[in-house]
């Protein structure tokens, strides 16, 4: 997640990735983030750029400073109770069209997981996948979303590919003001449970079709749900 910022404006890259690792609960909230020493040369920015960039975002309360031994930086943001406003608020400052967002996310999560089913996996990894889903199907609303979140990311990670798990991140992140704006359904998160299992499952099979499969019906889920809110 903490990748180096691309070419152009520093600063602004740097609150972009740090807001990403934030708003998709990568560093969740009450959690800290890497000391600067360790984040600046991850960004592949200045220390000066960092502090800057975290400045503006402890002004906008989603993280805040703290000193002594335990110190550091460490986030404040919680994510909104879902409100039909917000949802339709969302829409709009994406700034482009659903349908484009949407087939953005499909490819690449389901080239995701076809590459990571296509993988050799250590026994560390394929623990870590098992883990990651216990935790999902263990979630209660409230963090529901930032544990899914952190699942389908997981299977990037797989993946081996720093590019891809950005692209996935991307992806996530362009949906994640809409998905946090609809309600988490117990119909819902039982049917998204069958799927991740059918997911994770082919993942760790070593069955890339049927890991596209999976990830695909899965999204083509997300997308209904997203629809059926917006009609």
Do not use: W
Not at 74 to 100: E, S
Not at 103 to 131: D, H
Not at 179 to 200: R, S
């Amino acid at each position: 997640m903490f990748r180096p910022v691309r070419a152009g404006n520093a600063f602004e890259e740097t609150v972009e990735r740090l807001l990403q690792a934030i708003k998709l609960g990568v560093v969740d909230r009450g959690e800290r983030l890497p000391p600067e020493r360790e984040l600046a040369p991850l960004l592949g920015v200045s220390r000066v750029t960092l502090r800057e960039a975290i400045r503006v975002l402890a002004q906008e309360g989603y993280v805040e400073s703290r000193r002594g031994r335990a110190g550091g930086t460490f986030v404040t943001y919680r994510r909104p109770r879902p409100k039909r406003t917000d949802l339709r608020r969302a829409l709009i400052a994406m700034g482009d069209d659903l349908h484009d967002t949407l087939t953005f996310r499909l490819a690449v999560e389901t080239g995701a997981a076809q590459i990571a089913a296509s993988t050799p996996l250590t026994a560390g990894r394929r623990a870590l996948l098992r883990a990651r889903l216990d935790d999902l199907n263990a979630a209660g609303p409230d963090d529901y979303r930032r544990l899914d979140t952190l699942f389908h990311l997981t299977i990037a990670e797989l993946t081996g590919s720093p590019t891809l798990v950005a692209a996935c991140a991307d992806a996530r992140m362009r949906v994640t003001d809409l998905l946090n704006a609809i309600p988490v359904l117990d119909a819902n998160i039982a049917h998204a449970a069958a799927q991740h299992e059918a997911i994770a499952g082919a993942v760790l099979a070593g069955d890339p079709a049927a890991a596209r499969r999976a990830v695909a019906e899965h999204l083509d889920g997300t997308a209904a749900l997203l629809r059926g809110f917006l009609a």
